[in-house]
């Protein structure tokens, strides 16, 4: 859980909490697959995948969960207005999945005290797989 954070504790370029992911594993796919009615077998069969001619793949919306979880680790997510992601590449059974991301804006709009970000989540190979950007109303310290 997020501890709290004030507008007035955050500076443009302030990092997030890196957050590190245990290597993607088939049970977790399968568990998602269950979970998200996402049952493509690109994400749980590798035959299927090599059929295919581009390997077996991750969910990309467990990656997206990924990210969203180093987000909300920081932020409490009753903070958070704004979360995107642009999917930048693949992610493959055992792949380590690190996510980080660094404030970008901070201003007072309409009497909210808003911090911007951008995200990152990348490989082991260092190859980002998703960019993102966050948005989050934080309250004031007063």
Do not use: C
């Amino acid at each position: 859980m997020a501890a709290e954070l004030f507008f007035q504790d955050i500076n443009v370029g302030d990092e997030i909490p890196m957050l590190v992911k245990k290597p993607v594993n088939k049970v977790q796919l399968v568990r998602y697959a269950g979970a998200s009615g996402d049952f493509n077998p690109l994400h749980t069969d590798p035959e299927a995948g090599k059929a295919a001619g581009i390997g077996q793949i991750a969910h990309g919306m467990l990656i997206m969960g990924f990210v969203a979880e180093a987000v909300t680790n920081w932020v409490p997510k009753i903070y958070l207005r704004k979360f995107t992601v642009r999917f930048a590449g693949m992610t493959r059974p055992d792949d380590v999945i690190t996510v980080t991301g660094r404030v970008t804006e901070k201003k007072q709009d309409s009497g909210s005290d808003i911090v911007k970000g951008e995200l990152l989540a990348k490989n082991q190979k260092d190859e980002t797989v998703i960019a993102g950007f966050f948005e989050a109303a934080l309250p004031d310290k007063k």
